[in-house]
């Protein structure tokens, strides 16, 4: 019997499954236990069955292929916009139906290093393409049912006028970061008084300066300084004031009060900001000659490759190799002036005998060619012939403005002169000078004032590349 018992047992399992399976009610579908996900509470509603009469949905590849993306190129040198699509695999059938569009292709095919353009595609396809031509306007492109459709954007800005003052304790640039002021407005202002006031040599400590100038503004951010509107400037007690001022040709310019020009026939000194290593004296030990031989001019230190701009509007009379001079230029201006430049390394294009250069055109570079101790630009201002200091020489002026349109003027630039009155009050009326008794200067300032601040007569210095000074054994 016990061999029996596991046999029937079997035999009762297969007898109890039959009868099930041909029990159950046919009209009951199978339904699958429902899923239970981890996460999901108890009483969470289980997911929906996917249906199987639905078709199947495209591939995920498919779907993210066709999903547009943006992204902004920044124009490199030499990069053309067929470059630029070549180079993302753009349809350059797209580019050439934009460029076809009215407006746009000298908006395109004007590029600049560092522009940006803003690329919405998909596919290879252009959807959107965005570009900033102007601080005002932005020229946007947007693929539409039947083609491409340009449109110009304005950005619109604001102008805002602020006024600030500065005392110089050191330089014109640390005093103007004191206050708040950009090196671009310290550069302008320094050039609205360039034909009265050499930066280079007649800044002193305790000079003060006052200047009303834009800035530009754009949905309430800042982004850049504007001009100078007015000006003052006080230097060695001396005030100096200049007002903007449009004439009806639309050129603007810089007028004292009383409405005469800034502008002189030549401008003080022929480089920026440099320092002046020998100024005029005709008694002077020449540093590499051991000879007292009158030093008939200035001199201003700079690296080499410095420009130097011409003084003012003039005929080349002369280019070439002179002697000590090295590399000289001289240029002829009217009134009989003419004004020397040596020392060069170089002349600038087009500086032949005979050729016209403008007030502030670049005509060579600062050199040591010839006897020279240091890279320096040697410059010299003549009358007939004669040498004359052209630190304190009376500068010849422009024509004044008309009867007829200096009313004008006073009724447009006296708000911007008051507006330089309560600045002028609370920045006092005490004006530091240096005290040059006892420096190298004495014996010369008796006869001719110079304010020279940094390096003065410096025959036993040579400057290196970046400005620095070192004596020389």
Do not use: C
Not at 392 to 410: C, I, N, S, W, Y
Not at 448 to 456: E, I, K, P, Y
Request: proline share 7%.
């Amino acid at each position: 019997m016990t061999r029996l018992a596991p046999f029937a047992a079997a035999a009762s399992a297969a007898l109890i499954l039959w009868h099930a399976a041909h029990d159950a009610p046919t009209s009951v579908a199978f339904a699958p236990a429902p899923l239970i996900y981890p996460d999901s509470s108890a009483g969470a509603a289980p997911p929906p069955t996917p249906n199987p009469a639905a078709p199947p949905g495209p591939p995920a590849i498919a779907q993210q292929a066709s999903v547009a993306s943006t992204i902004e190129v920044i124009v490199g040198r030499n990069d053309t916009l067929d470059a630029i699509f070549r180079r993302m695999a753009l349809d350059t059938a797209d580019l050439a139906a934009i460029r076809h569009l009215p407006g746009t292709r000298q908006s395109l095919d004007f590029l600049k290093p560092g522009d940006a353009i803003k690329l919405t595609h998909a596919d290879g396809e252009i959807k959107e393409l965005t570009r900033r031509l102007s601080e005002t306007q932005t020229l946007k492109v947007v693929r539409e049912e039947l083609g491409f459709a340009a449109k110009m954007i304005d950005n619109p800005v604001e102008t805002r006028i602020r006024t600030a003052s500065a005392t110089i304790d050191s330089s014109l640039f640390q005093a103007a970061e004191a206050a708040d002021i950009s090196d671009s407005v310290a550069l302008k202002l320094a050039n609205v008084f360039a034909w009265d006031i050499d930066f280079v040599l007649d800044i002193r400590e305790g000079d003060r300066f006052t200047a009303v100038y834009e800035q530009i503004y754009q949905d309430g951010k800042y982004l850049h300084d504007g001009e100078v509107l007015a000006a003052e400037f006080v230097n060695s007690g001396k005030v100096y004031r200049a007002v903007r001022f449009a004439t009806e040709n639309g050129s603007g310019g810089y007028y004292t009060p009383e409405g005469l020009p800034m502008r002189k026939a030549l401008l003080r000194a022929p480089v920026e900001f440099t320092r002046v290593s020998s100024v005029f004296n005709p008694h002077r030990r020449h540093p590499i000659l051991n000879l007292i031989r009158g030093h008939m001019g200035t001199d201003y230190a700079a690296p080499t490759g410095t420009p130097v701009h011409a003084a003012g509007d003039g005929r080349v009379s002369f280019a070439g190799r002179r002697g000590g001079y090295g590399n000289a230029l001289v240029l002829a201006h009217s009134n009989s002036v003419s004004t020397l430049y040596g020392h060069m390394s170089r002349f600038a294009r087009n500086m032949h005998v005979g050729n016209r250069v403008q007030q502030g055109d670049v005509i060579g570079y600062v050199g040591m060619t010839g006897l020279a101790t240091g890279p320096h630009l040697h410059y010299e201002y003549l009358v007939n012939g004669v040498h004359k200091n052209p630190q304190t020489v009376q500068l010849p002026g422009a024509e004044p403005l008309h009867a007829d349109t200096l009313q004008k003027f006073r009724h447009l630039t006296a708000p911007l002169l008051a507006d330089l009155s309560p600045q002028q009050a609370a920045a006092g009326t005490g004006v530091a000078t240096p005290n040059i008794a006892n420096g190298p200067l004495a014996a010369e300032a008796a006869s001719t004032v110079f304010s020279v601040s940094s390096v003065l007569d410096d025959s036993s210095a040579r400057f290196g590349a970046n400005g620095s000074r070192t004596s020389i054994n």
